[in-house]
């Protein structure tokens, strides 16, 4: 009888379990998105200092439980070489954040290529995506308006797949609990497509 309740009881408790991807070019301000949003998501976590936060060589980790689920972040290097492997958690992921520098005009390209080369990759095929058009704290600045166009209009990659341009500024934390809940609810819309993984303690 007590296993039987036990396993009621952590069934009941325990969440469904998403993995996220975040992706963009070095320097966008992928670690720091990430950060902002574990220091506003997760309870009693002591940050780091955000503007302390340097490029991410590898790869940073982080979980967030909102929604009634648990999201899993993968916030992967983007330095060309490390962009080659990007591709290896196609597979495994729920969906994608994509980082853009909006202050970087002269990368705004380089980054728009990046995102069609993901894209173009059917292991991402309906896989909701958002992109953040970050570092909107800096005056000078490319707004969403300019953003949005070269980024969501991209090409038939984009698909039937939820997507979302959204301003933001991870130093600030502008954006982003908009941002994950947005996630979040769309993992659940979409988990059908693509199932959780396998459950763990709530
Ligand atoms: P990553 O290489 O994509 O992980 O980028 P980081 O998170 O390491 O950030 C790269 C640089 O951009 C760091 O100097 C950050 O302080 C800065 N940065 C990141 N996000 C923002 C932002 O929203 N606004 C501003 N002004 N700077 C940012």
């Not at 009693?44 to 340097?54: P, S």
């Not at 967030?64 to 899993?72: A, C, P, Q, W």
């Not at 080659?84 to 980054?111: P, T």
């Not at 969501?152 to 990659?157: I, V």
Request: a negative charge; glycine letters at 8%.
């Amino acid at each position: 009888m007590y296993t039987l309740l036990n396993g009621l009881y952590k069934h009941i408790t325990q969440k469904d379990e998403f993995f996220v991807l975040i992706l963009g070019l070095d320097n966008a301000g992928k670690s720091t998105f990430l950060e902002s949003a574990k220091t506003r998501f997760v309870k009693d976590y002591k940050g780091k200092n955000l503007g302390k936060i340097t490029t991410t060589v590898g790869l940073n980790i982080g979980k967030i439980d909102t929604n009634g689920v648990r999201l899993n972040f993968w916030d992967l290097g983007g330095q060309q070489e490390l962009q080659a492997l990007w591709d290896k958690y196609y597979q495994e992921c729920h969906a994608v954040i994509y980082v853009v520098d909006s202050n970087d005009r002269e990368r705004i390209h380089e980054s728009k290529e990046s995102f069609v080369k993901m894209l173009s990759n059917s292991n991402l095929t309906g896989v909701p995506l958002l992109v953040a058009a970050n570092k909107q704290d800096l005056e000078e600045c490319m707004g969403v308006r300019e953003v949005k166009p070269l980024f969501e209009s991209s090409d038939e990659h984009v698909g039937t797949r939820e997507v979302m341009v959204l301003a933001t500024s991870g130093l600030r934390g502008e954006g982003v609990v908009e941002g994950i809940d947005w996630i979040a609810q769309c993992v659940i819309r979409n988990k059908h497509v693509r199932p959780p993984h396998d459950k763990e303690n709530g």
